[in-house]
């Protein structure tokens, strides 16, 4: 799947097979006696999947689509859980991360990759409940950790807690701040007066052109960013701008640098901001406030990029001076 092209209505093949096959296991059933025919009923399953994954719900399976349907291919419980190479990912990894930090056992961010965080925490539980201690999420492990979370009526998972503590206790300003800035499409215009700009402030930029979104999360969580700012340049009239966000998890800090980033460039481009938390696989394997701009019509944009960059660098003074959005009493 990993090298699996973008698949649209009217495509035919192989690839088609497969994409009805992971949208079955996910639960969208197409029923079609042409599985290999990419027809208007798998374009509304591929919809349909799209908008409750948080992706853009264009009907097109691309990388980010078959990403996600590769993580929603386990549920939690149907297999064993453990740190390998390469490392397991999924939905149910996610959901092991989730169970483990509402308990107080600190796995990391929630990214759905089981890594060395993942392994430790999961032993910290084993430790802690009596039982072998392997750092493997077997049966045990996880009825075990199913019964004390329903028992305790667990609260708000680690990760949530701890980035909020830290982005509360970091007020240094730009200076020396780790910022990764992301051009995620075929035009690396903004990207780069964005990271310009932030230089400008003081910043330690690193700048990235790639269309994958594991990709640029890969190089910021390498970087040790402190902060992650992707920019796509798109063809319709929109100024949006996503944070990670599940059902059961919320990052703080990317909510809060989305608005800041709307209040700032709606005006620029004189459009209304959306702010909407999601996760796509660049937002989900950052392990940093993350925040995607897509920005548009693309043939206003490049003429706009230095403005658009001021935009931003001032979004990022007001984030960095109260990066959770609460008030400040003096």
Known sequence: MADAPTLRRGDAGDHVVELHTQLTIAGYLVESIHLDRFGEETERAVIAFQRRRGLDASGEVDSDTWSSLADAAHDFGERLLCRKTPMMRGDDVAEL??????????????????????????????????????GVAGPTTMSTLMRLRLSANAARP??????RLLLENDRR????????????????????????????????VLLMHHRDGSTHARAANQFDAEVYLGVSVVTEPLVSA??????????????????????????VLNLDGVVDGRATPLLRETRMP?????????????????TIAQAVAS???????????ERITT
Not at 103 to 129: K, Y
Not at 158 to 163: G, H, I, K, L, S
Not at 242 to 265: K, V
């Open 315 to 325: 979004t990022m003074r007001t984030w960095v001076e109260n990066p959770v959005g």
């Open 158 to 163: 680690v990760a949530a807690v701890r980035e």
């Open 290 to 306: 993350a925040v995607h701009l897509r920005l548009g019509p693309e043939g206003d944009i490049a003429p706009l990029a230095d």
């Open 97 to 134: 991360q989730l169970l483990l930090g509402s308990l107080g056992f600190d796995a990391g961010w929630i990214d759905g990759i089981f890594g060395a965080g993942t392994e430790s925490a999961v032993a910290d539980f084993q430790r802690n409940a009596g039982l072998p201690v392997d």
């Open 173 to 204: 300003g730009l200076v020396g701040r780790r910022v990764v800035v992301g051009d995620l499409g075929v035009s690396p215009t903004v990207a780069g007066s964005v990271g310009s700009a932030l230089r400008k402030e003081g910043a330690r």
């Open 242 to 267: 996503s944070f990670y966000e599940t059902d059961a998890f919320s990052s703080h800090g990317g909510r809060h640098l989305a608005a800041c980033a709307i209040d700032n460039l709606r005006s």
